[in-house]
């Protein structure tokens, strides 16, 4: 633990307020004039306010409005919206003067902030029927990667914080988590079933590399003999190769990397600090060379984005050797679909229209649909044609082959804890 308090002495703590700016200063008439002379353009305004043609409102009056960041380096969110939960909210608005369109023109870049969790437990358990497992660790909330359609955006607002910017910036990470773990592995009682690493934010985005959390948790996957799964988005997972192999020898992992576009210009635009599509595929050939089961996962695919690439990922991944592939579709729960739509109006004006519409299509006339059996694959002409597009292309490149991890190796090691084994001996 002192090695850990050590390598992160120059993170910053949250204290709520981290990242914030107040953009509310004098009228300067001089830089007003200044602004008339240089032709600044009005601020654009839609007709509905929410048609999808620019996200704003008309203003009560000539050039008033209310104001849209925009996108900020290095972030996928263009937005941060208030907490569902909170009672009140704020929107940034403008006077006329055209003040707020100043300041956004140069917004300092955003600061990654670090907050220690304090949960006690560290495995979480689900019900749902259509997830291949029904437990799973995070050693982080948030993710950097800001991939701008994450549905655990959301799960940030159960903290307090907005799904938006603030899902990409303030993460929490759980120092203890390897220690957790141990304890709740050691729990009489306790049976074992396949662990999902990545279930809502990434185990290998960028801080893994300093905290290396999720190597410790591999750790001790690897004393208990206890499978488990990785999804990742970044080439960060080839590090514990060394872990990874002697795991899979005996059946207790599988690795899946996503793989949403092989556009590098698209790439970084969605999922802005995720690894490039190219070095995801580099990480998939090394991982499949080590003799590691690998697929691939192509999500999510998005109507008229990225859902022309969907035989084109999987060529690639067969190429690189991965094992077996899976897609999902588009989700938008809960806040994400105001972000998502904020998203593309900044970034594909021309074509916002149009993908929100075929998003529509497979949710029965709306943005997001969480019934179970259809919430991944979607309902309708659209989504049929997908899923028959992805089940000829897995076919064609032999992306169907998936073993079962075997949970019969699973063993509760002696403890390595100083003076334990010795007390239980004196009982003796």
């Not at 703590?13 to 700016?21: I, K, P, S, T, V």
């Not at 437990?121 to 689900?126: A, G, L, R």
């Not at 773990?181 to 590399?209: F, H």
């Not at 292309?393 to 804890?417: G, M």
């Amino acid at each position: 633990m002192r090695d850990l308090e050590a390598s992160t002495h120059d993170i910053q703590r949250h204290d709520g307020l981290n990242g914030a700016r107040d953009f509310a200063r004098e009228i300067d008439a001089d830089e007003v004039e200044a602004m008339a002379r240089s032709g600044l353009p009005d601020f654009p305004v839609s007709e509905s306010g929410r048609d999808g043609s620019a996200g704003l409102t008309i203003p009560p009056f000539p050039g008033a409005g209310i104001i849209a960041a925009p996108a900020r380096k290095g972030r996928g969110a263009v937005s941060n919206p208030a907490n569902r939960f909170d009672a009140q909210t704020t929107v940034a608005a403008d006077d006329g003067w055209a003040t707020l369109e100043v300041d956004f023109t140069d917004l300092p870049p955003l600061p990654t902030t670090l907050t220690r969790d304090a949960s006690r437990s560290v495995i979480s358990y689900n019900t749902s029927p259509d997830m291949g497992f029904d437990r799973a660790v995070n050693p982080y909330r948030g993710c950097e990667h800001g991939c701008v359609y994450c549905y655990a955006r959301p799960s940030h607002a159960y903290l307090g914080y907005s799904p938006g910017l603030d899902f990409e910036t303030k993460l929490l990470f759980k120092p203890d988590v390897a220690e957790i773990l141990e304890k709740e592995l050691r729990r009489p009682g306790y049976i074992p079933r396949p662990i999902a690493l990545g279930s809502n934010t990434d185990p290998y985005q960028p801080v893994e590399r300093t905290l290396k959390l999720t190597r410790a948790v591999l750790g001790v996957l690897d004393r208990f003999n206890h499978p488990f799964t990785i999804v990742t988005k970044s080439d960060g997972v080839i590090r514990d190769i060394d872990l990874l192999k002697p795991l899979a020898e005996r059946n207790l992992v599988r690795v899946c990397l996503s793989v949403t576009t092989l556009d590098g210009n698209l790439a970084r635009r969605m999922e802005p600090r995720a690894a490039t599509p190219a070095r995801r595929l580099l990480a998939v050939e090394a991982l499949a060379r080590a003799g590691i089961p690998t697929g691939v996962l192509a999500a999510p695919m998005i109507p008229a984005l990225n859902d022309a690439e969907l035989e084109r990922i999987l060529e690639a991944a067969s190429h690189a050797g991965a094992g077996w592939a899976g897609y999902v579709l588009l989700r938008l729960p809960h806040e994400l679909k105001q972000m998502f739509e904020d998203w593309l109006n900044t970034h594909f004006p021309d074509r916002a229209r149009h993908v929100l519409e075929l998003v529509r299509q497979t949710r029965g006339g709306a943005l997001n649909d969480s019934t179970f059996g259809q919430r991944f694959s979607g309902t309708g002409a659209y989504a049929d044609m997908l899923a028959g597009r992805f089940t000829r292309a897995a076919r064609q490149y032999r992306l169907d082959e998936r073993d079962q991890l075997d949970c019969s190796r699973f063993r509760v090691p002696a403890s390595t804890r100083k003076g334990f084994a010795d007390s239980q001996l004196s009982l003796f």
